[in-house]
C-alpha cells in the first residue's frame, strides 16, 4: 500500500509539473504578445484556466485522499493521465500554436481531477 501511495503522490506531482510548464509556457506567451485583442484575451483566458485547474488538483489530492481505496484502486489510471500530461507539457514549448497545445493539458488535467473526485465519492 505505501508503494502505491507513493506512485500516486508521484502521478500527482507530474500533473502539477506538466500544469507548472504549461502555465509558464502561457506566461511567455503572453509577456510576448505586444498587441491587444482576441488572441491575447484567449492566452490569458488559458493561462487563468490552467492556474485554476492546478489549484484544483493539488486541493484535491491530498495525502488523506491518496490514501483512499478507492484513489489507490484508481492509480494506473492516474499514472496514465499524469504521463500523458507531461508529455503534452513538454512539446509545449516548441508547439506552433500554444493554445491547442494547451487544451491538451487542461483536458488532461479536468480528467485526473475527475478520476480523483470520482474515486472518492466512491470511498
Known amino acids: 500500500m505505501a508503494q502505491s501511495i507513493a506512485n500516486i503522490r508521484a502521478s500527482r506531482d507530474t500533473a502539477l509539473a506538466a500544469l507548472d510548464t504549461s502555465i509558464s509556457v502561457l506566461g511567455n506567451q503572453i509577456a510576448q504578445t505586444t498587441t491587444t485583442g482576441p488572441y491575447l484575451d484567449q492566452l490569458t483566458t488559458r493561462y487563468h484556466e490552467l492556474m485554476t485547474q492546478r489549484n484544483a488538483i493539488f486541493a484535491a ?21 499524469a504521463s500523458q500530461m507531461k508529455t503534452a507539457a513538454q512539446a509545449l514549448p516548441a508547439a506552433t500554436n500554444v493554445l491547442t497545445g494547451s487544451a491538451s493539458v487542461l ?9 480523483l473526485a470520482t474515486a472518492r465519492q466512491s470511498s
Not at 483536458?107 to 478520476?115: E, K, V
Request: charged share 10%; net charge negative.
Open 61 to 81: 489530492a491530498t495525502d488523506a485522499v491518496l490514501r483512499l481505496p478507492s484513489v489507490i484502486a484508481a492509480a494506473a489510471t492516474l499514472n496514465s493521465l
Open 107 to 115: 483536458s488532461l488535467g479536468h480528467q485526473f481531477a475527475d478520476t
